[in-house]
């Protein structure tokens, strides 16, 4: 069955099935109705404006299309099924149900390609605020995590080799502060964005006196794009915004890398809620982190739409093309994926518990004290390229007895670490001390992170206010 068509005059022909399937967007575009429906209140509003319209012809369309809108929120199963090309067919074939004629004349001086550019950055709107709602709870989960493992101890690594104490805390906030610039990315990407193309037409503009500036304010925009081909033919703003999911995705998939590592047997210094993890069908004894394995999957999926819609646009000759309608299901994917994802991270975030005697125990093996003594002899005068020599030497030796550096014999000790008699090496090494040392701005310190979460609590206050 084919749809109702918004042009034809010049074919005569039936279109191919199989091409008629292939060419139309309803079965995803639909998602843009409530917009579309809009931009087209807005639209007959302009017409109105510029004369084109009588008063009462703008009054019968608005008030069509404002039913039209609460018909399809109640009944969406209407556009399912319907077999219009494209959401605009949709909309003009319904309101031609309602208002006979004068449907027809709604589409004067507009084309689909001012109208899904209009469409896509007012869903756009919506999305990027609610996308920025959770990331902001996400952070929320990560400040709460921080401040009930301010002073848990556990092995930072570099090169995945244990390297220095830090706080289980200072980690949630590292996600915390990737989390942040993540939205923040999205909030540039969103501000740009808030420019109308409504009345641009086709690619040339509108022929028919539009205040478009009294139309962009009407839709709620900031200002009115300033070049036609530009507002009919751009995809940069959903390519920054895809970009942002991006970012977020990646920072997602690396806590969740990092908590995967952490729930393992190897570590044992977190286990995942019930709530996200799930058994085996043969091994009974088995908790898996799914939801983090799906999560750092996923992010896979979100690159995949980054790409496919920057080469969308690669060397794409002005103005509009076909072409420019495959973007739609990259960025609707896109934005599902990486919402959901943050919605089930902070889940994770929320259930996990760390284990403060495992973590504890792995700080002190693999001697993430070197450096602290490296520092402790520095304060006694000796250079430090010197004391990272003799700390190397020191570690060598403790590797050969099996011991802890602060547990050294005497005669080994003052072989190597002569400056340091006398000193109460078990204290100067314990882990609370090599933590609290690093309390200057950005360290891992328990009082640093104490007082990041107190700034990182007015800043979420503050964040959507
Ligand atoms: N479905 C189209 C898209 O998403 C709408 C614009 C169609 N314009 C056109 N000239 N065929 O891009």
Redesign the pocket.
Known sequence: MSGPRLWGGRQSGALDPAFEAFNR?LPF?RRLVDEDLVGSIAWARALGGAGVLSAPEVEALADALESLRAEVAAHPERLAESPAE?V?AFVESALGEKVGDLAKRLHTGRS??DQ?ATDVRLFLRGEAKDLDRCLRDLVAELVSLAEREAETPLPGYTHLQRAQPITAGHHALCYAEMLARDAGRLCDAAARLDESPLGCGALAGTAFPVDREALAADLGFARAASNSLDAVASRDGILEVVFACTTAMVTLSRLAEDWIFFASQEAGFLTMGDEVTTGSSLMPQKKNPDALELIRGKCARVIGHLTALASLQKGLPLA?D?D??ED?EALFDALDTTRACLTVTATCVRTARYRADRCRAACATGHLDATDLADLLVARGVPFRDAHHKVGAAVAAAEELGCVLADLPAEVRDEHLPELGGVALAEELSVEAILERRSALGGTAPSRVRAEVKRWKSRLQSWNA
């Open positions: 967007s575009d494209d605009h689909r390609n899904v509009y076909k420019l309608q739609k």
